[in-house]
């Protein structure tokens, strides 16, 4: 029976973080503000462009913050290649997914422009549907997208799993009433996810890979 599978990017499908961090730090430190280490960066992943600004300008926004969100998204439209990566066995496992004749989409709060350029750069035919954060449409955790997605002609609706590394994404399939794989390799901490209560936990791509 085919099955659809909708995947989070950021620290599910690539690590993306060197790359983020990069961007926010040079967009920080041309507009006189702090940076910040990795690890830091690491927890203010996961509700949008928008939001990864406010965390890092930690309350100081005044009149910096469309500054450096400007600053933000023009550096890391230029420089995301060399700071995002797919994790190892990711490609393999979606050429699997393919070759079953499986539907596949990515569902991300990272603005669609880059969602869209970063899925076809790094899994170029693999996906049927890809969904960044857009104007107007609100993000995981809200529904709205992951129902855009099972609402597509010929979608597996009874037979279709998110795919994600924060509580949002459990969140999210939980509001659709999908189940949910859980994934410890991104960024967001082990303890919360199993409290969420994912039908699934995996430490690896080889176990998300037997669950699949």
């Known amino acids: 029976m085919r099955k659809g599978w909708i995947f989070d990017l950021d620290g599910t499908l690539v690590d993306s973080l060197p790359g983020i961090a990069a961007s926010l730090n040079a967009a920080l430190a041309c507009n006189d503000q702090p940076t910040h280490s990795e690890g830091a960066v690491r927890g203010f992943i996961g509700d949008g462009a928008e939001m990864l600004v406010r965390r890092a300008l930690e309350g100081n926004e005044g009149d910096f913050f469309q ?107 939980s509001a659709a009433q999908i189940r949910s794989i859980a994934v410890t390799w991104g960024y967001h901490d082990r303890e919360q996810l199993a409290y969420e209560g994912a039908a699934w936990m995996v430490d690896d791509v080889a176990a998300l890979a037997r669950i699949m």
């Open 67 to 173: 500054r450096v969100l400007t600053s933000f998204r023009e550096h890391y439209a230029e420089h995301w290649p060399a700071g995002t990566v797919p994790y190892a066995g990711i490609p393999e496992l979606l050429a699997e997914l393919r070759s079953r004749g499986d539907c596949l989409a990515v569902l991300s709060n990272k603005p669609h422009a880059f969602t869209v350029q970063i899925v076809d750069a790094l899994f170029p035919g693999k996906f049927d549907h890809v969904l960044g954060q857009r104007p107007g449409i609100a993000h995981k955790p809200d529904p709205a997208g992951l129902r855009e997605i099972l609402a597509l002609p010929d979608w597996p609706v009874g037979e279709s799993v998110l795919i994600g590394d924060s509580v949002m994404d459990l969140q999210t399939a």
